[in-house]
């Protein structure tokens, strides 16, 4: 069938809205009408950094109703309202122990281009595309595998639920599954963008005593202590943010969730945690230079990699939406809303920090 994406033609270029063939699904396999898709930095770091093969149609935070299904689909059906999360192969130890988001097949199955039987679903003049995360979601409709598919409830609005799938399950996944800070602990956020907000918002579901947001945009902070944090920072301004945050927590904070990425900032992480603190990152860090005896090793602190927040999807996205709907997780908060033909203006306003979670509308 013919369909419009956003292709992603080589590294770096914008998108372009062209009409690209999708094929039918496999036994395993669902159709699904796109409704919404988030705008992530993954999207970004694939277009710019050509972490995927292109050419390629990218979007990893995907809702959208199922409008077919395979032979072999279970527990799900077509008129079903769906989010779009990462695929996992879902036979390997990882996966078969609880922990889908370490797959020992996740960067194949996601970056590598094609999907879980090593063929392609989107097609150009005759030419395969590439597929992002098992569903290419900056497309009218898309095909993911039964286990990529989240069915969530009917009675909240479709179009703000794909960013649930990454960026959202990410920040809120490493606290309430990896982290679990222990009631009255404290935690500090590094980044306030999506995913830095949604572990704030899970961090006051934790109750934690002292819930402290750093980011260098003024915005992003008042909106910080909106959604709950007890302590904010402006990196930029503050003169020295690891003795700042010493002084709010009586010594350094039990637990950090680094989003940023940006070397400096990791260190703050880590010299701001207490004795036996854990610092989680979940940001895409280059390579750093880090004094492994003074800032881990001489105070027993931890430092831990977080993947999609160490989420089932299947489970933790339906959970999040009941949290959504008794006005415990208001990501609502956070999100904008473009047309699907505004999607460069979208990145645009996401790589300028004013907005913190842009969502193109795909069909209405």
């Known amino acids: 069938m013919d369909i ?9 270029a914008e998108f372009e809205l062209q009409t690209v063939q999708l094929g039918e699904p496999s036994a395993d396999e669902v159709l699904i009408r796109v409704v919404a898709s988030g705008v992530c930095h993954t999207d970004a770091v694939a277009r710019d950094l050509a972490i995927a093969p292109l050419p390629a149609v990218l979007g990893h935070e995907g809702s959208g ?18 989010v779009l999360s990462f695929a996992h192969c879902g036979e390997c130890e990882m996966c078969l122990s609880g922990h889908p988001t370490s797959c020992l097949e996740f960067n194949p199955l996601n970056f590598g281009g094609c999907n879980h039987d090593h063929t392609h679903r989107i097609h150009q003049h005759g030419k395969p595309l590439s597929t992002f995360f098992g569903q290419s979601s900056f497309g009218t409709y898309a095909i993911a595998h039964q286990r990529n598919a989240v069915k969530v409830d009917k009675d909240v609005d479709l179009a703000l ?14 606290v309430l599954n990896r982290l679990k800070p222990e009631f009255g602990s404290s935690i500090v956020i590094y980044g306030a963008g999506a995913v830095g907000l949604s572990a704030l918002m899970a961090a006051k579901i934790m109750n934690c005593k002292h819930i402290i947001a750093v980011d260098i945009h003024d915005n992003r902070l008042e ?21 700042k945050i010493k002084e ?41 230079e880090i004094d492994v ?20 999807a299947k489970t933790f996205i339906p959970n999040l939406v009941d949290y959504y ?38 069909h209405k």
């Open 293 to 312: 005896f003074t800032d881990i090793m001489a105070e027993g602190k931890s430092m831990i990699g977080v993947i999609e927040g160490d989420a089932i």
């Open 161 to 174: 639920l794909g960013p649930l799938g990454c960026g959202i399950q990410t920040g809120a996944g490493t």
């Open 65 to 82: 109703v199922i409008e077919a299904i395979g032979s072999n689909v279970r527990g799900l059906e077509v008129g079903d309202h769906v």
């Open 223 to 243: 909106m910080a202590q909106k959604l709950g944090a007890t302590a904010v920072i402006n990196g930029k301004t503050e003169a020295d943010v690891v003795a």
């Open 4 to 12: 419009t994406a956003a292709v992603t033609a080589a590294q770096g």
């Open 325 to 362: 709907k008794k006005g415990l997780f208001p990501f609502d908060q956070l999100v904008q809303f473009f047309e699907f033909d505004q999607i460069n203006e979208a990145f645009e306003a996401s790589a300028n920090g004013s907005v913190i979670k842009p969502i193109l509308r795909i």
């Open 248 to 288: 709010i927590t009586g010594g350094g904070s039990h637990y950090a969730v680094e989003t940023t990425g940006v070397p400096p900032v990791v260190t703050q992480a880590l010299q701001a945690l207490r004795p036996l603190g854990t610092c989680a990152i979940v940001g895409i860090t280059p390579k750093m």
